[in-house]
């Protein structure tokens, strides 16, 4: 059981909540002391078909009984399954299997250096990335996290990177005016506040940077797997991006991230220029080629629309009625409300009400359900969340 004054032996880098999960079941976690709580955190983004899922529990108990691991120096049929749905998905020709989606972002990285390089044009030394942005925290996804918070105190940076305002016209001088490598961005920024990009302001600059040889890296992490109420987000902006990662939701909790890209690209990873030792394993595959077929099933996809369409209307009325929230927004199952405040007491008055959200930043709640969460249980995330907004009126009239 959770207890704040125990010595612990693991090195302090996370602010944790007060709370040891002991189990889990759809979109519901129980703790070491029996209390139940909603988890619309969905392990940021990870549980995207909430916990332990039937599909994912049963490919994982059927591969448990044969094999575990045997390294990429073996062919192994699961990968070529999730390969070609992830491919054929995304329209594009390819794909890599990392652990992660920091790994899967420096795959990437890696690939469009690699690719200029096979073309001798060793003068593209740079990627542009955005403000605000979050692409991982290894040393190089790390230096194109363009957030000083995330820099502060690993100077020097890995070189290599530019950085121009998310949203804003002024990023597309740097694509006439510097040799880039590539452009890389999310779509919508989830650490970085749950901002979208604007859909003029995105094909504009993915129009000009393919039209002048720049591929275009979209980070779809976080907004991959369904979480936006299609398979990826590129899809809702009309875009054809160069290639995409993904990572989180794609293995129900088993770490797992893929780069996929178009074979203009692909093709400079040849035989021994990148690997990983536990990618794409067998064990691994099976529950992200469970998760994978069920999150683009129609089924969960139509089942995001409608219950993002709920839970927005209702947040939309309770701006118009709590001064407290700045704005609402997001896509799909992504979702974030700003307030005029820190958002630290209110999501701890969730907690009280048996609600588990997020923080994006300082003023910013982040709710992450899981896809096939229902309306029963978005309107009971709705009920303690203006529950909570009240209390924090309350507490400040007192205050």
Same mark, same amino acid.
């Given at each position: 059981m959770f207890d704040s004054n125990s010595v612990s032996y693991v090195? +302090?880098?996370?602010?944790?909540?007060? !709370?040891?999960?002991?189990? $889990?079941?759809?979109?519901?976690?129980?703790?070491?002391?029996?209390?139940?709580?909603?988890?619309?955190?969905? $392990? /940021?983004?990870?549980? +995207?078909? $909430?916990? %332990?899922?039937?599909?994912?529990?049963?490919?994982?108990?059927?591969?448990?009984?044969? /094999?575990?691991?045997?390294? +990429? !120096?073996?062919? /192994?049929?699961?990968?070529?399954?999730?390969?070609?749905?992830?491919?054929?998905?995304? $329209?594009?020709? %390819?794909?890599?299997?990392? +652990?992660?989606?920091?790994e899967a972002n420096e795959a990437a990285l890696k690939l469009v250096k690699k690719y200029w390089n096979d073309l001798a044009e060793y003068n593209r030394t740079s990627v542009l990335t955005f403000e605000d942005s979050f692409h991982g925290r290894t040393g190089t996804t790390m230096a194109a996290t363009a957030q000083p918070k995330i820099h502060n105190g690993f100077e020097p940076l890995t070189p290599g990177f530019v950085y121009q305002p998310f949203n804003s016209v002024e990023s597309f001088d740097i694509l006439n005016n510097a040799p880039l490598q590539a452009v890389m961005l999310e779509l919508i920024q989830g650490e970085g506040g749950v901002r979208p990009a604007d859909s003029g302001w995105v094909k504009n600059l993915v129009t000009k940077a393919q039209s002048l040889g720049i591929p275009v890296i979209v980070d779809e992490v976080q907004t991959g797997m369904g979480r936006t109420g299609t398979p990826f987000l590129f899809e809702q902006y009309g875009i054809k991006p160069d290639i995409v990662t993904v990572a989180k939701g794609l293995g129900s909790g088993l770490p797992v991230g893929a780069m996929i890209a178009k074979d203009t690209f692909a093709a400079s990873f040849a035989q021994g220029s990148h690997g990983s030792t536990f990618g794409g394993n067998p064990l691994v595959m099976s529950a992200a080629l469970a998760s994978a077929e069920t999150l683009f099933s129609t089924d969960i996809l139509t089942n995001v629309q409608k219950v993002s369409e709920k839970i927005f209307a209702k947040l939309n009325e309770f701006q118009h009625t709590h001064s407290v929230i700045e704005d609402v927004r997001g896509a799909g199952l992504m979702i974030g409300i700003e307030l005029t405040q820190p958002v630290k007491p209110l999501l701890a008055d969730l907690r009280e009400r048996n609600v588990l959200a997020l923080p994006a930043g300082e003023k910013v709640v982040r709710v992450l359900p899981p896809l096939n969460t229902d309306l029963e249980e978005a309107d009971f995330f709705l009920e303690k969340f203006v529950q909570s907004l009240q209390n924090l009126h309350e507490t400040e009239d007192v205050q």
């Open positions: 090195m +302090n880098t996370y602010s944790r909540f007060p !709370l040891e999960l002991a189990s $889990g079941e759809g979109s519901w976690v129980v703790a070491s002391d029996g209390a139940s709580y909603l988890d619309y955190t969905s $392990g /940021i983004s990870v549980c +995207n078909l $909430g916990h %332990r899922p039937q599909a994912v529990a049963e490919a994982l108990e059927s591969q448990l009984a044969k /094999i575990w691991h045997t390294s +990429n !120096l073996f062919h /192994i049929p699961k990968q070529e399954e999730l390969a070609e749905l992830l491919a054929k998905t995304a $329209g594009m020709d %390819r794909v890599f299997f990392a +652990n992660s989606g920091a």
